[in-house]
Structures are given as C-alpha cells and as structure tokens.
C-alpha cells in the first residue's frame, strides 16, 4: 500500500478525483467505526485532503456495548494505523473459551480467540485518531443530505447505518433490499466479565429464549437476549415497559449472571435499550454518483457472528485502499465494491445460517448435549468437524464418542440403516443426468459411469432419473424403465455395482418429466424445446414452463392421473427385477409430480389443486402405488424441492408439511433438495446452501433426510452428519470430478476401516505416489 502523503492515485491533490488545483474533499455521514475509521486512513494517506466528518449522536450515543473483533481484523488495522492498532491492542481483552448451557449442563470448547473492547472506547480511539490527523468532526450535528454534500465534495461516503436516509432517499438507484427476521432481542450489560462466550437457553412456559453474552472489559460483559416473536410476545414484552424487561431477563438468566442486575443503554442524551427484530441490508449497487455505501448501509449480518462492525471497517481500509490505487474516483468505488462484495455475501450467506439456527432453536433443544453443542458451533458452516479438532480435539472426541463413531472413524463412514438395508458410510452419489441413453436403454456409458462410482466408495450409489415413459422424458437421451430392453441394461449396471463393489448400493430414481419435457441435450441448449419431433407434455396445469418458448402441457384428466400413476408402479416392479437396493421417488425440481406440490404450478380448480393437502393429493397416490409394489424389506426415499425460490412458492413449513406426509405414507428418508420449479428462480447460492432445508426437516420431524446442494468436502459432510443436521450426504460434481471421491476422503483422513474399502485390484493405489525429490540434504549446522 502506498505510503501516507505520497498517493498517486485518485485521492491525491493532483489525481482525477479531486476538483482542479485542489485536494480530494470527503463527507462522511455517520461517527460509527466504519465511517471514523475510513475519515482517518483517508486523511492518514493524504494529509492535504480535507475530510469532515457528521455523527448526530453525542459521544457516549452508541448501539449496543461491546464490540468482537477478530485476529484478521487487527491484522489488517496493524498493516495500515499502527497506531490505531496499538491503542486497540491496549484496550481488548481476549479469551479463548465457548461456554454452551443446554438444560443445565454447561460445556466448554476452547481454542477459539477472541478480542473485545467496549463500543464507546473503540469509537474514543478512532475519533481520538481522527483529530490528531487533522479531520473536522461535527458531533451532535445532523449531516446535510448526500445530494447537497455532492454538490461541495469529491467524495460521499453514507455510513449512516442500517436505517440508512442516503439509501433510502436513493434507493431507486441502489437498489436496497430489507428483511426483517423472526426474532425479537435487546443489547444489555452486565457489570462483570464473562469468562468465555457464553450460549445459554432457557425453555420457559412461554417457549425458548436464549442469551448470547461475552466480556469486553475487565469489568463488564455485553448480553443479548433473543427469541422467537410469538415467545416474545406471550412472554409479555412486548409493552413499554423496558426496565421490567431487563429485571425479566436478568430473572431468567439468573444463573448465567449469578444473581446480578442487567441494565441497558444508558446516557443522558440516549433512551434505553429496546427490542428490535434484525433486518438483512442487501444492495444492488454500492454507489451512486460519487455517494458510496459503507457498513451497515450497504449490508447487514446477524450478530451472532460477530461481524457488523469487522465488516465495516474492513470496507474502510478496502475504500481507502482503493482510492490510492485507482486512477480516478470512479475506478476506485467499482474496485471496492468489486473486492468487497463476494466476502461481504459470503459472511451473509454464514449468518444467515447462523441467524436461521437460532430461529429455529427449539426443534435443536432436546437434542444431546454434546449434539447441540456441536451444532451451535457448527452453525455457520464457517467452524468445521475439521476445525474443532484443530481447536479442541478433547471436546470434538467427546461429541463423536456421544454419536457413536468409533475410535480413528470419522463420522461419514459411521452406518446408517434404512428398513433393510444397511448403508456403510454416509456418502451417497447425487443422481445426475447424463442424457446418454438410447431409446432410453442404458448402455456402457452408464455402466462405466455409475460402475466406477461404486468402485470409489460411496455407501449409495443413485442413478440418473428414470422415466417412467416415452413422454415422461426430459430429452431423447433421458433413461427409462418401461420396456423390457431397458430393464435388462439396468440389471447389467446392477449385477456389476453387486458383484464388482460388495457392500455398495445402488438406487434407483423414479420421475417423469412433466412441462419440462421434450427438450433438447442438455450441451445442445438446457430447458429449450427440440428442433423436430416434439412429444406432448403433461402436467398439473397448462403452464409452459419458459412462457412463449416451451410447449404448453395438457392439464392431467382423471383417466390420464391413473395412466401415470400405473406407469409409476409398472417401473417400480422393473426396478425391483432389476435387482435395485433403494427406490427414490423424484418430487422435486419442477417434473411432473413436484408441479403438483408447487402452488406457482398447480392451478388446479379440482380435487388436486388449491390447499396443500389436495396438492399433495395425487404424488402420494403415486408413492402410494409405488410402494405397494415395491419389497417391504428395501427402502423408499423421496425427493422434494423444500422451497422455490420464488415469491408465492412452497415456504419452509409447507416443506415440513411435505416431508411429514411422505413419512406418514411410509417413506424411510426424505431427499432435500430446493428449486428448479420455474425459471424466475433467485437462489441463495453458496457452500452446502441447501442443508438448512434438510435441517430443518430432520429436527422438526425426527426423520432421516439426504442434504444436497454444493456439499463439496470431507470436512462438510462429517460436520452435518455429527451436527444432527443430516444423516446423508449427496454429492454430484465432486463425483465428476473423481469418481474415487470417497476412497480418497478416507485415506486423506487416515481411515482403512471397513466403511470404505478399495477394491483389490487398487489396493496399490491407496496411498498417494510419491513427487518430487525427497533426497536433498536436511540441514544440519546453524553458523553462531
């Protein structure tokens, strides 16, 4: 980084920039860290420039108590304030423990690190800093709006928190989106230190709250209090009365507090401390003009991550970084945007699971201790299996021994049993098209392909969707199982995966095609109609699934809802010829019998559409022929889209709903997956993205699941299988990528156990070959 007052880039008196034969002039609105932090590095880089600074509150107005600060944060403080740095280093306290209190027991993992100050003495040091360097604060002033400050400087930066009026008096041009969440909570203090991070539920009459407390001074703690609205609001805190709700907490955490008061915001110049319900800040676009959005007022993550004000000020030091490198104010905020972007949404998509978790508390609360306490950890996805056995390997060993693994096994090659069918470890190959079929035959293609996977390890092995007839298709090259031919190549691929990987299953997934049939390859153009000789599609409703580019589907009479509920069973009796272990019934992705279930799909007037019970009416029909003639002895999984993601789409408790009639008609395990169901989708991607869905089923319902949706890691799969968050695990392109995916899993874990055994003829292979020279002489002597 370019040294204070020697900047080439836009910030420099000279720069592009600045107004003609003058320094670079900088608003900032809001005296929160973001905003002090980015006001001193900016005049820290370039003395010349004049930088003023508008907080409304007096000095001591502050949001909240403490602030958590991680090792990479400081880092990145000590790199470019050393100053700021010392004064901060001198200020935290630090520990390294997690205390969870759940139903009375209290268990403790260390190893973790943290840092934490006072929010008040955080701001004193930077508005301290701030001065020094010569940046002119306005305390107790409201900032003039950012349009008219534009009209007198070079550079606007809004850090004007989350209630943000410059991005709501420009949100046509930001493009803000605001979600208020399920929970109700309130920032208290208590005058002594914690010693470690404590998570603690309490199961009241009312229903589950929780209190999330650390230390951030020698003789203080901050607490938070959170729980559901409903709880909230049976609890009676809903009044106006604050001071009862803080005695109220501390009456209800007493044990946490040792008896001791809580009291909340205090100053003369600011109320007390309220409930609030958070709200995710999400933009479109980060600037407008020369305005530029800074902390909370471009983006918000749940608290219990710690990470509001990590965030902010990480997007001041990006900010001033940017503006010495780019050669003129517009490059420099794309470039900041740029760079903080993918890890301003990665550390959302975290807290959201994290927020999610505590949302849904009460279906983790009768879990095991070391169970839940895994969980909360493990929340995010951020802290691994992988993770605490670096951090804690006691506690981790603790919660493995308490869910069964033995000794040297890692939890993903722990069994797990279906009606009869024992699977030998957790890792279950997704199915996955690969429209290589002819005439739906299966041929050596598949063969090889589904063959080499079995050879590689997983416990389950699943086709591709089989159609259960010629129209039920996706495209030409979709595999089937209704005619004699194709049952025939299926039992070839089936007598290998037995013969050749004892031990290994395979399954078999059941579907038709529905509106998203007759289509071309995949390669040849995904979703889009055939050139020639299209086919009829049917559905739940004559919705085409790409309006003015698919075919229109013929809505379902009575006589054809039994003609293809027929073709189900018919496919289900080849399949158990076939000599299949497992039977999946695909409801999911927008095929036919998840058109049913979506309310964006299933327009039906009749006896199969409107509620969710008539919605559900006919797919159970089918699961309930299918599994009438499929062996009572071999399991039955079913495949769902736990939500569309779409407006107006299966929310998360009709999923719930979904997966409960499922079990009740007798399926063994429900397969989680989400989306697909129409083309305006806007999916939440990011790692293991789906499992919350799988989670929330699983706990709510105590029935097994498969989790599905970008799980890529051995370390992803242990962590959700011992969180209680899934019982398997399925995986599609890391299988791609190596069909050995599990055999190398185990041996990068050390494990030769019997859940994953390389088959003879590689025996050789199980270790990696040796690369490169290993022959070069060690050192020996140290010259004195």
Known sequence: MTAPGTGTGAGTGTGPGARAGRALRVAVIGGGPGGLYAAALLKRFDPAREITVWERGAPDDTFGFGVVLSDETLGGIADTDPVVHRALRASCVRWDDIDIVHRGRTLTSGGHGFAALARRGLLEILAERCASLGVRLHLRTQAPTAARLAAGHDLVIAADGVHS????????????????????????????????????????????????????????????????????????????????????????????????????????????????????????????????????????AHFSIGSGTKLAMEDALALAACIEERPDLPAALAAYESERRPVVESTQRAAAASLRWFEELATYTAQPPHRFAFGLL?????????????????????????????????????????RGLTLRNRVVVS???????????????????????????????????????????????????????????????????????????????????????????????????????????????????????????????RRQLDTVREQFAAAARRAQRCGFDLLELHCAHGYLLSGFLSPLTNRRTDAYGGSLERRLRFPLEVFDAVRADWPAERPMTVRISATDWAPGGTTPEEAVAIARAFTEHGADAIDVSTGQVVPDERPEFGRSYQTPFADLIRNTLSVPVIAVGAISSWDDVNSLVLAG????????????????????????????????????????????????????????????
């Open 378 to 418: 493990t929340r995010s996805r951020r802290v691994t299996h992988g993770n605490l056995r670096l951090r804690d390997p006691g506690f981790t060993r603790a919660v493995e021994e308490d869910f069964g693994c033995p000794p040297g096994t890692p939890p993903m090659f722990t069994p797990l049993r279906l």
């Open 725 to 784: 968050r899934t019982d398997l695990c399925a995986l599609g392109r890391p299988h791609l990528h190596d069909p050995n995916w599990t055999l190398h899993a185990a041996a990068a874990q050390g494990y030769e156990g019997p859940a994953a055994p390389w088959p003879v003829p590689y025996r050789a292979g199980s270790r990696p070959p040796p690369a490169g020279r290993t022959d070069a002489p060690k050192p020996r002597l140290t010259p004195p």
């Open 431 to 557: 199915p996955m098209d690969m429209y290589s079929a002819a005439d739906g035959v299966p041929g050596d293609f598949h063969l090889v392909h589904l063959g080499a996977r079995a050879l590689g390890g997983a416990g389950l092995v699943m086709t591709e969707m089989v159609c259960v007839s010629p129209e039920g298709r996706i495209t030409p090259g979709c595999t089937g199982l209704y005619t004699r031919e194709q049952g025939e190549g299926w039992r070839r691929v089936t007598d290998f995966v037995h013969h050749r990987s004892p031990g290994t299953a395979i399954g078999v997934q059941l579907g038709h095609s529905g509106r998203k049939g007759s289509t071309r390859l995949m390669w040849e153009g995904m979703d889009e109609p055939l050139r020639a000789a299209n086919w009829p599609l049917y559905a739940a409703s004559p919705l085409p699934y790409r309006p003015g580019i698919s075919q229109v589907p013929h809505q379902l009479d």
């Open 165 to 300: 009026p410059t991005r709501a008096a420009h949100a046509d041009a930001f493009g803000p989106t605001i979600t208020t969440h399920r929970c109700r909570y309130i920032w208290l203090a208590a005058d002594f230190a914690l010693d470690a991070f404590r998570f603690e539920t309490a199961e009241t009459e009312h229903g589950v709250m929780q209190l999330h407390g650390y230390p951030y001074a020698p003789d203080a703690s901050t607490v938070i209090v959170e729980m559901r609205e409903e709880v909230w609001r049976a609890a009676g805190f809903a009044g106006p009365d604050t001071r009862s709700s803080v005695d109220r907490c501390a009456e209800i955490f007493a044990g946490a507090l040792g008896g001791r008061p809580l009291r909340s915001r205090a100053s003369s110049r600011s109320p007390a401390s309220s409930w609030t319900a958070f709200r995710t800040v999400v933009n479109d676009r980060w600037s407008h003009g020369s305005t530029v959005l800074l902390g909370d007022a471009a983006h918000t």
